[in-house]
């Protein structure tokens, strides 16, 4: 694998065949520590420059996902519920995913004498982007006292690394976490659930015991949530291979990489855009996040290739710990502002979108169209769909629903315009598919995997007419986008709107 990570740099083809192999040997279970080790070698041997370009090629389509996006953090102890509930309105109106930490909303469930469970109904009912929760455990919402609950990120704000700086972490009001009564209530009702495991990078003071882990792990697999591992960049070497190795055990859909005061290699900016670019290779369902990084941090990883960053409103901890920096990282900062600067300053150059509430939209209505074929389903070596897509399934943009379904295409020979995923599922329904995309690797590649799966697909360099030849279909479920290509191909009278 060495040599085809080093061609990676400049040739797509080299990396299809990469991701080709690993994902094989991650859905055999065949993937081991040592092939970890092989590639995180070959990414050592690279410069800054070339671990930025590896990591940005292995996000593009179908070998990564090619959408930027912010995950918040609306919920701290010390709110109130109705301001709890007004954050989660306000992120579910700009669209991004909220990332619950299940702590506070029991902290805040408890001084409103309610049950745990019915505070997190009441955020359900205000929102519909998908919903991710953190700081589970065994018995349901972690506790923790005040002074973790309310600590200002001291870790965060001096830079420290080995855990917490007063030994607090990872101190927990077990009683009170076993008093819960609806434990798997909340996986049942979550769209993804992150396990953290820098307990086997040598933090057993900051982590959960793996064991736990694996528990909470299992009822996620158990209620086909999506699941999110969190490692820390560490030494940058040993502490990724552990951290890696632990989240391929437990079989997770993302890698959520954990810098800044958690980053303690000599070249700290390199360490972080390998952890990155290694992330993009391995990761199962195609998505790389971070939960914390410095504003440095945050922009080498957008360059290398990551998908998310999660930050959060004043007081929620998220808040602080991406886009900051040594001195000014602390509780209260609202993280989400800076965020959406820094991916706004640094995506300008970059071929990928933000996505919004309009592309989650367009997700849901694939879903739909798609009905179960969807990550994880495969069509050959590569998955249909990556993690944003499950994540989507499991929320409530659901209920916006396309006029067709798969089962309604009936036609054998077919066009094709827009090379993603929709075309993927509609391809296999026929004999003969032409596959026009305006983006020349998306056509290439949509055409190399069909063809790789007994599927006859022929390419016709984005020119729209020369896929028309037969019944034809526009395959995006972004209305401004759909009906800007119909309106340009109306002359056609066998063009289609999926929508």
Request: aromatic share 10%; charged share 30%; glycine share 8%.
């Amino acid at each position: 694998m060495r040599d085809l990570i080093k061609e990676s740099i400049n040739n797509l083809d080299a990396a299809l065949e990469l991701r080709k192999i690993v994902l094989n040997k991650i859905r055999n279970r065949k993937l081991k520590e040592s092939d970890i080790i092989e590639i995180l070698d070959a990414i050592d041997d690279l410069s800054l420059e070339e671990i930025i370009k590896l990591g940005s090629n292995f996000r593009k389509f179908p070998l990564g996902c090619d959408l930027v996006d912010i995950a918040i953090g609306p919920c701290a102890s010390n709110l109130s519920m109705l301001e709890l509930l007004e954050n989660c309105i306000l992120a579910d109106y700009i669209g991004y995913p909220i990332h619950i930490c299940a702590y506070a909303i029991a902290d805040i469930a408890e001084k409103e004498g309610i049950e745990t469970i019915e505070l997190f109904k009441k955020i359900i009912e205000n929102v519909e982007v998908p919903i991710d929760i953190d700081h589970f455990g065994q018995y349901g919402p972690m506790r923790f006292p005040k002074e973790i609950t309310h600590c200002y990120g001291e870790c965060y704000f001096k830079g420290y690394f080995r855990g917490c700086p007063r030994k607090r972490i990872h101190k927990r009001l077990i009683e009170k976490e076993k008093k819960e009564r609806f434990v798997e209530d909340y996986i049942r009702l979550a769209s993804t659930v992150c396990v953290n495991v820098v307990e086997e990078q040598g933090a057993e003071e900051h982590a959960a015991p793996i064991e736990e882990m694996e528990i909470v792990a299992n009822l996620a697999k158990k209620y086909g949530k999506g699941l999110e591992g969190i490692f820390h960049v560490g030494d940058g070497y040993d502490d990724l291979i552990e951290g890696i190795n632990a989240c391929l055990k437990l079989d997770v859909d993302v890698f959520v990489i954990e810098g800044a005061c958690f980053n303690r290699a000599k070249d700290k900016l390199k360490a972080f855009a390998k952890a990155v670019a290694i992330s993009r290779i391995l990761v199962k369902g195609g998505v790389v996040a971070t939960n914390g990084a410095y504003e440095n941090e945050c922009r080498i990883a957008l360059r290398a290739g990551l998908n998310t960053i999660i930050t959060g409103f004043p007081y929620n901890h998220h808040g602080y710990m991406c886009g900051y920096s040594p001195g000014t990282a602390k509780r209260g900062n609202f993280g989400l502002r800076r965020v959406m600067r820094i991916i706004k300053e640094e995506i300008k150059d970059l071929n990928v979108k933000l996505a919004d509430k309009n592309i989650n939209k367009a997700i849901a209505m694939g879903n739909n169209f798609l009905k179960d074929k969807i990550y994880p389903y495969t069509l050959g070596s590569f998955f249909l769909g990556d993690a944003h897509w499950r994540a989507v399934k499991e929320s409530k943009l659901m209920k916006y629903k396309p006029e067709k379904t798969i089962d309604d295409i009936k036609e054998d020979k077919l066009g094709l315009i827009g090379g993603r995923y929709i075309a993927w599922a509609i391809a296999e329904k026929a004999e003969e598919v032409y596959i026009s995309d305006r983006d020349p690797w998306v056509e290439k590649a949509t055409v190399k995997v069909l063809n790789e799966n007994g599927i006859n697909a022929y390419p016709c360099n984005g020119d729209d007419r020369e896929a028309l030849r037969y019944k034809g279909y526009i395959t995006t479920f972004i209305p401004e986008l759909a009906l800007k290509i119909y309106k340009k191909l109306k002359e056609y009278n066998n063009i289609e709107l999926l929508i």
